[in-house]
């Protein structure tokens, strides 16, 4: 899957994400992203600061590694990380 949007005040926003077995009915690995930019809508007239006084930067990225057993045990390992 993948999406993508961009908006007023330079708004833009992307997703993707993948998912697959490694190992059939076993073993599953995933990854997902998302990125978003926005310039904000208020203009700062201050000129020791940045014009975009509301601005927002967000990543973020998570994987995931998953394993089942087929009998009553299932173990998922994720890891995550935000970048602002």
């Keep these: 899957m993948i999406a993508a949007e961009y908006g007023s005040n330079n708004f833009m926003y992307g997703a ?3 998912n697959g077995a490694l190992v059939k009915d ?3 690995f995933g990854v997902n992203g998302q990125l978003k930019d926005d310039d904000g809508w208020i ?3 201050n ?3 940045d014009e975009d006084a509301n601005q ?3 990543r973020k990225i998570i994987t995931y590694l998953k394993y089942d057993s087929g009998d009553r045990f299932t173990a998922k390992l994720s890891l995550s990380r935000d970048f602002f």
Aim: hydrophobic letters at 40%.
């Design 16 to 18: 993707f994400s993948l």
């Design 26 to 28: 076993r073993l599953f």
């Design 47 to 49: 000129p020791a600061m």
């Design 43 to 45: 203009t700062n007239t």
């Design 56 to 58: 927002e930067r967000d």
